[in-house]
């Protein structure tokens, strides 16, 4: 969309989350990954949620993490800083960072175009989440009567 596009200082960052951590809500782990890089002054363009996954081993005992795809602007000399932290930390199991030499405009507004995509996402699913709870108080009451009516009629089916 500019046309002053400029990669350079530009990173990638994938970062594998413990799942327990992730459980207290997953804005939480975003805020955390978003502290640190704060800390060597980057810029963070994107940060998102990238995928649930089950691991195909096992890491800290951990069997599933959660993905969290960043692009951000910084200081090269500091990453290893950030490193530091990410790898002293009980919330993060793993982390990659690589430099977007290879992104381009294109790549770049389709980047920011799917974080969009995922923000409005994980907001709706968060709405749905917080509504469920209330749905599930009012379910059990009008349920019961229904389940002790199908009850005689499924013990003499078997008979």
């Not at 951000?72 to 030499?101: H, I, P, W, Y």
């Amino acid at each position: 969309m500019s046309e002053d596009f400029d990669n350079s200082n530009l990173y990638e960052g994938l970062f594998l989350l413990n799942q327990a951590a992730v459980g207290a809500g997953i804005g939480a782990a975003i805020d955390h990954v978003r502290e640190v890089l704060g800390r060597i002054d980057a810029e963070v363009i994107t940060l998102r949620k990238w995928d649930d996954r089950k691991l195909s081993y096992t890491i800290k005992r951990q069997k599933r993490g959660v993905y969290l795809l960043a692009l951000f602007r910084a200081d090269g000399t500091r990453l290893a800083e950030a490193e530091n932290t990410f790898n002293l930390s009980e919330q993060v199991l793993r982390m990659m960072v690589t430099k977007c030499d290879h992104m381009g405009q294109v790549e770049y507004d389709a980047e920011l175009e799917e974080a969009k995509t995922s923000e409005a996402e994980l907001k709706l699913r968060e709405q749905e989440e917080n509504a469920k709870p209330a749905e599930e108080a009012a379910k059990p009451a009008a349920a019961a009567p229904a389940e002790k009516a199908a009850e005689p009629a499924t013990a003499e089916a078997s008979e």
